[in-house]
């Protein structure tokens, strides 16, 4: 389930790039900020903790 919702994140974060010109990471920041992390790398964290991965 996880999996399936990250990789959803980032097409969303793709779409974005897109849209606005901005560069990928600063898309996924983007989601991650919409999402109410202060970015990427930490909702990874928390997705990958709770999913039981790595």
């Known amino acids: 389930m996880y999996e399936q919702e990250i990789?959803?994140?980032k097409r969303n974060a793709k779409r974005i790039k897109k849209q606005t010109g901005c560069t990928h990471a600063q898309a996924l920041d983007q989601i991650a900020q919409a999402a109410g992390?202060?970015?990427w790398a930490l909702l990874m964290k928390h997705l990958n903790h709770k999913g039981g991965h790595r």
């Open 37 to 39: 992390w202060t970015n």
């Open 7 to 9: 990789q959803r994140l």
